[in-house]
């Protein structure tokens, strides 16, 4: 919604064009989005117009969709946060070992743990990042193999099945209210709240302002230590949600949940239009940026093409993407200087 | 302007005017030899078999890709650009050489077609982030994608295990009288070409500059360009050498081959020394550091400790490694009262 609403505001001619160009930036995504259902509906309409076909085009992208939303945060304040996948899995096991442990447990509360637990792997990274000011790419490397490590650890060879899980708590992962699934709403729900927080409020426009330039917020005084250990803290309680979400979804859970998802993520974002170094994007690119990753995936068989390009093809989007983005950057700030050349 | 160089102290490691003893014994490098030294000893000491010389083929053999693509990520890495693409070079060098020996191609022939695709990988890496202007760490995540979605596109989930006796054996086979692999000879080559490259040379004086300053680089005539594409091309050919390692080592070419490499070698090349913001950074520090990294492996996994632990401990060496460096760092302001203050004075409240 803020797609439309954004560019609406009466603003200067010169404020008006980069608004109107990030509108084209998301719009193409989606573009691309709506063509590829399209296309594998055309060819076989099972893939919109079945039940399980449509379920499957929400619910798959609901999971990587959070983590996308705060990995883009992060990335949105200069830095990058490439232990999420191992946060994943870790509160995916978390969710299960307390169903087994504790019958009975009420949905809400483990709902409540696995978030609790994310956050605050993310405030391990986040201080590491924030206080020691060490890349946050080294910290998150790090902590990547360290939280993978306590996962493999702590879960062994024991995995977790959908019969150790209750019923109630497994249907979240099928369940819809009026066709549309249960999770996807909540992934929504999220979504739309980080998107207006970032887009309305004091704290959202101060992690643009640390992307854009760390030591000119700092100059301005603005408390970016505590900035960035928020951004951290967002992006493990929402991977932290993402590891609930696998658990209701698929029902079985190894060591290895969620292993290889941080580089879905950075591209997730990165094809939605988050710059690379900070400053730049909404949450909106990177969730639409989620889920045409996790719907090529399932639309390439179906136009005919083996899968096993999946990836092929997610690193041409990739590509193309950020050349994009270069692209109309370069214009924007041609125009930008003709503008002021103009005035 | 002073703040950006004070927020960003890492990168400004200037130790020139200290004691030549001081250079040698206190630094990230000898930091790194020493815990290679001591861990091997205590393994030595300590654990049952360790301490036999068939250890160190195996060692060798297992961090021999490793070893190899530090090297010159290890050049990319001073320069502030980074390659996350080498993970996925190294599976589609395999797939190559796979495809075309089952087509009925001589193995040699296969071999310096994964060298060449190594060179044109690598070439599209450097073309966009010189040329196009592009972020490595984005351009690198989106090839990454893209040479093992053509790896595993072209192979599909088949295997292809008929290789050369004479090849295969080559690569596992030990110097006559050692127990070392002869995969030995090639990196000690590289090694030192790169060591050459790197330290004497005005391509290599050059490569620190720009990963201090790029514009100050460009103003005292270094052709940044021209010195990332070449690293780029120079990253991707030895990944893909590295590539017909790996697929004669194990006999197999494979569409997912060495699939996470990249965060080893990474971290090994973080580990060793090498600053993420570039300028800084020794191959002998980063050649210790993954040997560090096989050394506590191999150990650990003879005394019976899983692979999981490894894990834990391979992450936690390297926070822990630039956590100490910083606060090493802060400690020595503190110290120093006449050093810049660690942070910008703290503005009243809002």
Redesign the interface.
Same mark, same amino acid.
């Given at each position: 919604m803020s797609l439309t609403t954004a560019p609406a505001a009466a603003a200067p001619a010169i404020a008006k064009k980069p608004g109107g160009i990030g509108r084209a930036r998301e719009f193409g995504i989606l573009a691309a989005l709506v063509l590829v259902v399209i296309a594998a509906t055309v060819k076989n309409p099972n893939f919109l117009f079945s039940a399980d076909g449509w379920r499957d085009l929400l619910l798959t992208p609901s999971i990587l969709m959070l983590v996308a939303v705060g990995q883009a945060i992060v990335i949105i304040t200069r830095n990058?946060d =490439?232990s999420v996948g191992s946060v994943m899995g870790l509160t995916a096991y978390l969710t299960g070992r307390l169903f087994v442990d504790v019958p009975g447990i009420p949905i809400v509360l483990v709902v409540i743990a696995a978030v609790l637990l994310g956050a605050f792997l993310g405030l391990v990274n986040g201080a590491?990042v924030a206080f020691?000011?060490?890349?946050a790419?080294?910290?998150t490397? $790090?902590?990547?193999?360290?939280? &993978?490590?306590?996962?493999?650890?702590w879960t062994g060879s024991d995995r977790i099945n959908a019969s150790d899980m209750p019923k109630d708590f497994l249907a979240l992962g099928t369940q819809q209210i009026l066709f549309i699934p249960v999770l996807s709403i909540v992934a929504v729900i999220v979504l739309a709240l980080a998107a207006w927080y970032l887009r309305n409020t004091r704290g959202g426009r101060e992690y643009y302002a640390i992307g854009s330039d760390?030591?000119a917020a700092?100059?301005?005084?603005l408390k970016v230590t505590r900035r960035v250990l928020s951004a951290f803290v967002l992006s493990g309680a929402l991977a932290g949600l993402a590891g609930v979400f696998y658990a209701a979804r698929y029902g079985s859970i190894s060591?290895q949940a969620g292993s @290889?998802w941080e580089?879905d993520a *950075?591209?997730a974002a *990165?094809i939605g239009g988050i710059a690379?170094?900070g400053g730049v994007g909404t949450v909106w690119g990177a969730a639409i940026g989620a889920m045409l990753l996790m719907t090529i995936n399932r639309a390439l068989p179906i136009l005919g093409i083996?899968d !096993?390009?999946?990836?092929?093809?997610? #690193?041409?989007l990739?590509?193309g993407a950020?050349?994009l983005d &270069?692209v109309l950057a370069v214009r924007q700030r041609r125009q930008l200087i003709e503008a002021r050349d103009e005035s | 302007m002073t703040? %950006?160089t004070t927020?960003?102290?890492?990168r400004v490691i200037r130790d020139y005017d200290r004691p030549l003893w001081r250079r040698i014994f206190v630094n990230r490098e000898f930091a790194i030899i020493a815990l290679l030294v001591l861990v091997a000893i205590v393994a030595a000491v300590t654990i049952r078999g360790f301490a036999q010389p068939i250890t160190a083929n195996y060692l060798l053999l297992d961090v021999a890709p490793i070893l190899l693509i530090a090297l010159p990520m290890t050049l990319v890495m001073i320069t502030g650009e980074?390659d996350l693409s080498v993970g996925s070079m190294v599976g589609l060098a395999s797939v190559v050489i796979g495809v075309l020996t089952e087509s009925g191609a001589p193995f040699e022939v296969a071999a310096l077609a994964a060298l060449l695709v190594g060179v044109v990988g690598g070439a599209l890496n450097g073309f966009?982030v010189t040329v196009? $202007?592009?972020?490595s760490?984005?351009?690198t995540? @989106?090839?990454? %994608?893209? !040479? &093992? @979605?053509?790896a595993? @596109?072209l192979l #599909?989930?088949t295997a292809v295990t008929d290789f050369p006796e004479t090849w295969t054996a080559l690569a596992k086979a030990k110097i006559a009288g050692t127990t070392i692999p002869y995969i030995v000879i090639p990196f000690l080559i590289l090694l030192v070409l790169f060591a050459v490259l790197l330290h004497f040379t005005p391509f290599g004086r050059g490569i620190f500059a720009i990963g201090l300053s790029k514009d100050a680089a460009r103003f005292s005539g270094v052709d940044v360009e021209r010195t990332k594409f070449i690293l780029f091309v120079l990253s991707g050919v030895v990944a893909a050498f590295a590539g017909i390692f790996y697929t004669l080592r194990f006999g197999s070419a494979r569409?997912d081959n060495a699939?996470?490499l990249e =965060?080893q070698v990474?971290?090994a090349v973080?580990l060793g020394g090498v600053s *993420? !913001?570039g300028g800084r950074g020794h191959l002998h520090g980063v050649v210790a550091a993954v040997l560090l990294i096989g050394v506590l492996g191999s150990s650990l996994r003879l005394a019976g400790v899983?692979?999981?632990?490894?894990?834990?401990?391979?992450?936690?060496l390297?926070?822990f490694s630039?956590?100490a460096a910083? *606060?090493l760092a802060w400690a020595q302001r503190v110290r120093s009262k006449a050093g810049p203050p660690l &942070?910008?004075a703290a503005?009243?409240a809002?």
């Open positions: 990058v =490439l590491l020691a000011k060490v890349p790419m080294v910290i490397l $790090g902590t990547l193999y360290a939280y &993978r490590g306590i996962n493999v650890l760390p030591s700092e100059l301005y005084g060591s @290889g580089l *950075v591209g *990165v690379i170094t083996p !096993f390009w999946q990836r092929a093809v997610v #690193g041409v990739i590509i950020i050349v &270069r | 703040t %950006a927020t960003t102290s890492t980074i966009l196009v $202007g592009l972020p760490l984005a351009v995540i @989106g090839t990454l %994608a893209l !040479f &093992r @979605g053509l595993v @596109g #599909g989930t569409g699939t996470g =965060l990474i971290a973080v *993420v !913001f899983t692979s999981d632990v490894i894990n834990i401990i391979t992450g936690g390297l926070i630039v956590v910083s *606060v &942070r910008v503005s009243p809002p």
